[in-house]
Every structure is written in C-alpha cells, then in structure tokens.
C-alpha cells in the first residue's frame, strides 16, 4: 500500500525560505516519480514539478524553475522541495504525489497517490 506524507509547511516571510518532505512507503521498485502541486484557495490544483526516482529527472514550470528544487534523501527514502525567495502568490496547501513510471504531465488525473498537503503561508 503506497503512503505518502508531506512535512515542513509553515509561515514564512517574503524572500524566505522552506524545505517541504514527502515521506515515501509502499513502492517496491525506484522506478516511480514524485511531483508536487499546490492549490491556493479558490483555485485549481496545479503541478509545478517532478522527479523521476529511475533515472533522477527532473522537471519544473517557469513559474518556480530557478527557485524550487527537489531533491531525495536515497537512506530515508524521503523526497524534498527546497522552496527559496518565497513570495505571497506561493501561497497554498502543497501536495506530493506519486506514479509507477517516469514523470508524466502534471495534471491530477496522472498521478495516482496522493498526500495529505502541508500549508504554506507566505505573508509579512
């Protein structure tokens, strides 16, 4: 049964910055890939990043590319997103995701595990 938990959500200031943790179980190959989405209030889901645990891929939208970074922690078996020079508009819950193969689009209906979401709060 594939879990997946995020950690690390908080309130942060403007230019700040936070690391986010998606604790993986339940896959019994590193052939899957972890993205994240976020969703602000009163708004759609949206996928800004992935990573391929097969061959370490990864992939990020314009609108975080330069300032988010995933990472794994291979010991741990635990997926990170550095989040630098955070500003009000990331403002949402943050959710990591998975899938049994490489990266694909980063729609919803792609991936098919799903954590709870961790709150991030970009406010002075």
């Known amino acids: 049964q594939v879990q997946l938990v995020e950690s690390g959500g908080g309130l942060v200031q403007p230019g700040g910055s936070l690391r986010l943790s998606c604790a993986v179980s339940g896959f019994t190959t590193d052939t899957y890939s972890i993205a994240w989405f976020r969703q602000a209030p009163g708004k759609e889901r949206d996928g800004f990043s992935c990573?391929?645990?097969?061959?370490?891929?990864?992939y990020y939208t314009d609108s975080v590319k330069g300032r988010f970074t995933m990472s794994k922690n291979n010991a741990e078996n635990v997926v990170h997103l550095q989040l630098n020079s955070l500003q009000p508009e990331d403002t949402a819950v943050y959710y990591c995701?998975?899938?049994?193969?490489?990266?694909?689009?980063?729609?919803?209906?792609?991936?098919?595990?799903w954590g709870q979401g961790t709150q991030v709060t970009v406010s002075s």
């Open positions: 995701a998975a899938r049994p193969d490489r990266c694909a689009s980063l729609y919803a209906e792609n991936y098919g595990y």
């Open positions: 990573l391929s645990l097969r061959d370490g891929a990864t």
